[in-house]
């Protein structure tokens, strides 16, 4: 079963290994060994959590109403006010039309299962994994949703929605390098090997979208606003052209924002955009003015224009041609013998 495949619960279960995996601590700090230890579900980390005594008890919830589960956890009936967002969600931008196709899902099937929460200081209930899900059901008018609340520090909160994120939903490529970059600052991985394992992807994934924050700040700053904007594939041919263009930055930052217009644009014809503005302009060489030459009486005789290597006489009408013709083939002789040209080689003949 794929990522995009695997259900919450078996989510659930492959993120309860990274975070026992992954020691607590409220400073940022490194790992020296990847991360390892046996599976263990969430229940039985939420049953760990909840004997430490600087988390609430069960019986410290808020009043709402809920159901037993099968694994023995309860499953929450959450108002939808109460519900805010996770500060380490790395997911910038909603498809409004995909909410609105998952909130007819929603009405037609109802919730087939829980979103995850944390309880806050505040009262308010932190998601984990729904953040979808809580928009689509706001859009079609639901009051509430069903939600399992777990009991998560800080790091381990950022962590489980890092990577629940990473592995359910179709983030950018700079949302992903946001997750993978924040796992980097925040001590999960101190190498882009252990942030393929930490989020179960590979080492490659992890290179790639970690090489957008090589780009120009401008370009960042673009990504922020626009997260789908330029993929790896196009950042490597930006990165290709203000290689060869270093002194053109602003120009090709410039050029990049015709991707917001232009969104399908492929590599091949970015890189064409981006390097258009260095070609060599063709200098069209002005062709030169016919020259007049005058009888006595100061009428055009003769208009003479010159192409490339060629000189073209016009006669004017009332001119004898003929004597033109061998009034011009003179003027060159005269001129020829007081040339000297170099010779021209023949080309030897061989014989058979």
């Not at 659930?12 to 995996?21: D, G, I, P, Q, T």
């Not at 939420?46 to 023995?72: F, I, K, T, Y």
């Not at 394992?197 to 080492?203: E, I, L, M, R, S």
Request: with cysteine; net charge neutral.
């Amino acid at each position: 079963m794929t990522k995009h495949q695997q259900s919450e619960a078996d989510f659930n279960a492959s993120l309860a290994e990274r975070l026992r995996a992954t020691p607590r601590a409220t400073a940022p700090m490194h790992m020296n060994d990847l991360p390892s230890g046996p599976s263990k579900s969430l229940t039985d980390l939420l049953n760990d959590n909840q004997g430490r005594g600087d988390q609430p008890s069960r019986n410290e919830l808020p009043s709402v109403s809920g159901h037993a589960e099968s694994d023995g956890m309860a499953t929450r009936h959450i108002p939808l006010h109460l519900i805010v967002d996770s500060p380490y969600q790395p997911r910038k931008k909603y498809d409004e039309s995909e909410l609105q196709l998952l909130g007819e899902t929603l009405k037609g099937r109802g919730q087939d299962e829980p979103i995850t929460v944390r309880l806050l200081d505040s009262g308010k209930f932190e998601l984990i994994a729904g953040h979808r899900r809580v928009r689509a059901a706001r859009l079609i008018g639901w009051s509430e949703l069903d939600a399992r609340v777990v009991r998560l520090s800080d790091r381990e909160a950022c962590l489980a929605t890092l990577v629940h994120n990473e592995s359910n939903v179709k983030l950018s490529d700079y949302e992903r390098g946001l997750a993978y970059k924040t796992a980097l600052s925040e001590g999960y991985a101190s190498t882009q090997s252990e942030v393929a394992t930490v989020f179960g992807c590979t080492q490659a994934r992890v290179s790639q979208c970690l090489s957008l924050f090589d780009l120009p700040q401008p370009l960042l700053d673009l990504m922020a606003k626009y997260p789908e904007l330029i993929t790896y594939r196009k950042a490597r041919v930006i990165k290709e052209v203000l290689g060869k263009h270093p002194a053109g930055e602003d120009t090709i930052i410039r050029a990049v924002e015709a991707l917001i217009d232009k969104p399908t644009m492929d590599q091949s014809e970015l890189r064409a955009v981006l390097l258009k503005p260095f070609e060599a302009k063709r200098v069209r060489m002005k062709m030169p003015l016919p020259r007049t030459i005058s009888d006595k009486n100061g009428e055009s005789a003769f208009r003479v224009q010159l192409k490339s290597r060629d000189i073209v006489i016009q006669v004017e009408d009332g001119v004898d041609v003929e004597l033109a013709l061998q009034s011009a083939l003179t003027a060159l002789r005269e001129l020829a013998g007081t040339l000297e040209l170099p010779k021209k080689v023949k080309a030897a003949k061989t014989g058979d």
